[in-house]
């Protein structure tokens, strides 16, 4: 009987130590690689195209085979994208070459920027905002489909094979979320654990418990609209906060993002009868005048004008067991003698001065 796991990337099937064939295991060899919502494997992107949805890359046969292995799988090592070095731009009167990014710093002064809008006021930052209700809706196996031995869960971190067993037998352990890759962490949007390495995230246990998803729901009308999950992703600068929505190939006519003070709401059409539609409850206020979005061929990229000067650890609101740890937030200015390298006293923007004085 099979009593170990084998952890060959791609593979995870149980074996027989003692009845391990030379091809046995099919895995990749080689490392994920993930590129502007773009994923695929290293050791073999000539040959599978890579791939926008996270279970289309989960989904991507193996390339290589061999016996099973118990050893643990060495740490993935971030991809190096190489670029050419920026040649010299000019020669400085003594003789020094300076190179492009060097001469704008240098030469160019910087731009005027006009004052960031005042903080709310302390009552505002108080205030409870309600959420916007995205109730979970767990799917069921079609009844009328059969289920066959050796058949897998499909929901994520579950992956439990389907024995002589009936429908409602055993538990399944598994994530409702989405993947979620944010500045090299990694992990599902329905959890709070986060983690480093691509193997450890493939092992993160499951959070919420149900029914076994073997052969999936009921197949939705012809002329239906499948409700599908994209995956996610923000950066900011000190007045706005850009969101990256990936879906490949959305309808540029039909695909909208409604903007409120508080909220915005993103309704997608994509190909194959699929619709990404969500409202998102924001981390704080926003223009909605002055935000805007465009539709790009593999993702939505929406700029919020920030209506404050409040930074946005989070695109949404967060839940309380979160909230403090994004609380103090520092903001060092390069000049007036405060807040640089070696100074003693730092240098709070208004929105965590607020904060400070309430905890005072």
Known sequence: MP?????????????????????????????????????????????????TDFDDFMKIPPCATGTHSLEPAEPLKPAVV?????????????????????????T????????????????????????VSTEYVEEQDDPDVEITKGMRCKRKACGAEFEDQTREDGECTYHPGVPIFHEGSKGYS?????????????????CRSGRHLFVGPKKVDDGAEELVDCR??????PRTVIVSVFGKQADKEKSSVKFEAEAMHVDLILPARKRFTKSFPLYGPIDPAS??????GTKCEITLAKADARSWPSITTLDPDLASKFRVQLAFSAGGGRGTVGAKEAVLDQTNQLYRNAAA
């Open 82 to 106: 190489e670029s050419p070095a920026p040649g010299p731009s000019s020669t400085s009167a003594d003789g020094k070459e300076v190179y492009g990014s060097a001469m704008a710093s240098t």
């Open 190 to 206: 329905c959890c709070k654990r986060r983690v480093l390495e691509f193997d450890e995230f493939l092992r993160i246990e499951g």
């Open 108 to 131: 160019q002064p910087a731009a005027h920027l006009p004052p960031l809008p005042a903080a709310p006021q302390l009552a505002h930052e108080d205030s409870v905002k309600k959420p």
């Open 291 to 296: 935000s805007a979005f465009k539709i790009l």
């Open 3 to 51: 009593n170990a796991k084998c952890t060959r990337r791609g593979c995870g099937l149980e074996f027989d130590p003692d009845h391990n064939d030379q091809a046995a295991c099919s895995f990749h060899p080689g490392a994920p690689v993930f590129h502007e919502g773009l994923k695929s494997w290293s050791c073999c992107s000539a040959v599978s195209k890579p791939v």
């Open 232 to 237: 996610t992703d923000h950066y900011q600068t």
